[in-house]
């Protein structure tokens, strides 16, 4: 009787420690290299699966620079048709054809840019959607607001090719809608810089990873010197219709300091401080199929 006592004891000893094992490697998570293995081959996937798909975007804007005795600005309010563009490899294209301002029609509501996409050769709508884009950024608040203004700028950093130009570290899990979450730290080493930032500053920032498919949740970018600050945070949702994870807001942040970049260097070419900030909203998702594919 003794005996069966203690190989019950014993057993039930065990399993405790097997269940205690399996608890800490569960709260460990999962592994750095799975989840940037499974976030480039998601991107990879994801480019190839976007096509062309449509949105709208409201874009607002501010100035919040106040100097020489003037107030700041009014909000701009800018609504244009935009496109996500896959392009295979895990790359992908952004463009906006501006509709109003400060609601105010600017032309007929005709989405050109999805109709182009769909019609044209990929590299002829590539070239009229950038000379669109060009014509949009001329009504920004201001000029720099431009820098941040690709909601899909940050995931450069997590395409297959690119992952070994910065340093990654897990910053955490977390548990979202029942679904493993990882976080994901970053900061570029490699030059030249992936983004081409002014005084070669490096991107940093943060990346939210479905640990078990690789889509991106969220992305936030940060590049900046003692003399510019740049910043933006990209949230993704799934659209029940285009049944894919697109972009549902982006907010910008871009301070610059007195003298940023010298005298003519740069995008700004600034005197005195300038604060700018902006909010993107995505909505009315529509896919249609890339001419030639």
Same mark, same amino acid.
């Given at each position: 009787?003794?005996?069966?006592?203690?190989?019950?004891?014993?057993?039930?000893?065990?399993? *405790? $420690?097997?269940?205690?094992?399996?608890?800490? +490697?569960?709260?460990?998570?999962? %592994?750095?290299?799975? &989840?940037? /293995?499974?976030?480039?081959?998601?991107?990879?996937?994801?480019?190839?699966?976007?096509?062309?798909?449509?949105?709208?975007?409201?874009?607002?804007?501010?100035?919040?620079?106040?100097?020489?005795?003037?107030?700041?600005?009014?909000?701009?309010?800018?609504?244009?048709?935009?496109?996500?563009?896959?392009?295979?490899?895990?790359?992908?294209?952004?463009?906006?054809?501006?509709?109003?301002?400060?609601?105010?029609?600017?032309?007929?509501?005709?989405?050109?840019?999805?109709?182009?996409?769909?019609?044209?050769? *990929? $590299?002829?709508?590539?070239?009229?959607?950038? +000379?669109?884009?060009?014509?949009? %950024?001329?009504?920004? &608040?201001? /000029?720099?607001?431009?820098?941040?203004?690709?909601?899909?700028?940050?995931?450069?950093?997590?395409?297959?090719?690119?992952?070994?130009?910065?340093?990654?570290?897990?910053?955490?899990?977390?548990?979202?809608?029942?679904?493993?979450?990882?976080?994901?730290?970053?900061?570029?080493?490699?030059?030249?810089?992936?983004?081409?930032?002014?005084?070669?500053?490096?991107?940093?920032?943060?990346?939210?990873?479905?640990?078990?498919?690789?889509?991106?949740?969220?992305?936030?970018?940060?590049?900046?010197?003692?003399?510019?600050?740049?910043?933006?945070?990209?949230?993704?949702?799934?659209?029940?219709?285009?049944?894919?994870?697109?972009?549902?807001?982006?907010?910008?942040?871009?301070?610059?300091?007195?003298?940023?970049?010298?005298?003519?260097?740069?995008?700004?070419?600034?005197?005195?401080?300038?604060?700018?900030?902006?909010?993107?909203?995505?909505?009315?998702?529509?896919?249609?199929?890339?001419?030639?594919?």
């Amino acid at each position: 009787m003794t005996s069966r006592v203690r190989f019950v004891s014993a057993y039930f000893v065990a399993a *405790v $420690t097997a269940c205690s094992v399996l608890a800490v +490697q569960a709260q460990k998570g999962p %592994a750095l290299p799975a &989840v940037l /293995s499974a976030a480039g081959d998601y991107l990879i996937e994801y480019s190839t699966a976007l096509g062309v798909v449509s949105a709208d975007e409201e874009f607002v804007q501010h100035d919040l620079t106040v100097g020489q005795g003037a107030l700041a600005p009014p909000a701009r309010r800018l609504n244009s048709d935009f496109v996500f563009v896959g392009l295979g490899r895990g790359l992908i294209a952004t463009y906006r054809d501006l509709r109003t301002k400060d609601g105010q029609p600017l032309r007929d509501h005709q989405n050109r840019l999805l109709e182009t996409f769909q019609k044209s050769p *990929v $590299t002829t709508a590539m070239k009229e959607g950038q +000379q669109l884009t060009d014509a949009a %950024a001329v009504e920004y &608040v201001a /000029s720099n607001m431009r820098m941040l203004d690709d909601p899909m700028l940050a995931l450069q950093f997590l395409r297959k090719e690119n992952q070994d130009r910065s340093t990654f570290k897990l910053d955490g899990v977390k548990t979202i809608d029942g679904t493993q979450v990882a976080i994901l730290k970053f900061t570029e080493t490699a030059t030249p810089r992936l983004l081409g930032a002014p005084e070669n500053a490096p991107g940093t920032g943060r990346f939210w990873v479905d640990a078990a498919t690789g889509a991106i949740r969220q992305a936030d970018l940060s590049i900046g010197t003692r003399n510019y600050l740049l910043r933006v945070s990209v949230t993704f949702a799934r659209d029940p219709t285009v049944k894919l994870w697109l972009p549902s807001e982006s907010y910008q942040q871009l301070d610059f300091s007195a003298g940023a970049f010298g005298n003519n260097n740069g995008p700004g070419n600034f005197s005195v401080h300038q604060s700018l900030e902006g909010r993107a909203r995505y909505s009315k998702f529509q896919q249609g199929n890339l001419s030639g594919r």
